[in-house]
């Protein structure tokens, strides 16, 4: 299978772990995209390979022998399901809703991180402050809901607390530590899962400019 990937995405880095903690590593080839920094608000050209296999010009994007994905959800759900008899996110009953909880305010978490990375990437008067803002406060209060939930939040490593901890990690490494202000239970709890093989070998990193 081939994965399009880059070492900053948290979105990528979901699905990374979620490789990892499934132990299916060694099925992937990772195709490593570059772009410039005018992603944030312009149409980039990209390779016909990848344009191809995404139409959303996105990562992350699957090409498996039956199927290609455009978006984390359905390539997780398509490997917990072909790989994981789906036990990163259970198929029915409340596991799967208290699980579907938390993951959707990780994911709210992510998406507020990256449209905040899209508009730092502008400059001048095209930059809007308020935006940047709302944005961040969105993410700190996400954070601080997600703190509530914490002592809920069981043993196993499974999609909602891999989400949880791919939007602490990218906080930390974009913008610094003052999300753990808004989530003290959750940084204590980040502190230990970050330790984990999974978390350790897809540490963000930025992402390669063309
Ligand atoms: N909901 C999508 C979000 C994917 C996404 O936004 N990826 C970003 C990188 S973190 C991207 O490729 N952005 C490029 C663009 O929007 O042009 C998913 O779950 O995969």
Redesign the pocket.
Same mark, same amino acid.
């Given at each position: 299978m081939r994965l399009y990937v880059?070492p @900053?995405? #948290? +979105?990528?880095r979901r699905v990374r772990i979620c490789i990892e903690e499934l132990g299916i590593s060694d099925r992937f080839d990772y195709v490593q995209t570059k772009w410039p920094h005018a +992603?944030g608000t312009r149409t980039v050209e990209m390779p016909a390979d990848f344009v191809a296999a995404t139409p959303a010009?996105? =990562? #992350?994007a699957l090409v498996a022998g039956d199927v290609t994905l455009t978006?984390?959800?359905s390539i997780v759900d398509y490997l917990d399901g072909t790989f994981g008899t789906h036990r990163l996110l259970a198929t029915d009953g409340p596991e799967r809703w208290q699980a579907l909880e938390i993951n959707a305010l990780a994911c709210a978490i992510l998406e507020a991180q =990256?449209m905040r990375r @899209?508009e730092l990437l502008r400059t001048g008067a095209d930059r809007s402050d308020d935006f940047i803002a709302k944005m961040r406060d969105r993410g700190l209060r996400c954070f601080a809901a997600l703190d509530e939930k914490v002592a809920s939040f069981g043993q196993a490593f499974d999609l909602a607390r891999i989400t949880t901890a791919v939007s602490c990690g990218y906080d930390e490494w974009r913008y610094g530590p003052g999300w753990r202000e808004a989530a003290p239970t959750l940084a204590a709890w980040y502190d230990t899962v970050a330790q984990r093989p999974s978390m350790k070998s897809t540490e963000p990193a930025e992402t390669p400019q063309r």
């Open positions: 880059t @900053a995405s #948290p +979105w990528v +992603w010009v996105r =990562i #992350p978006d984390s959800h =990256i @899209a």
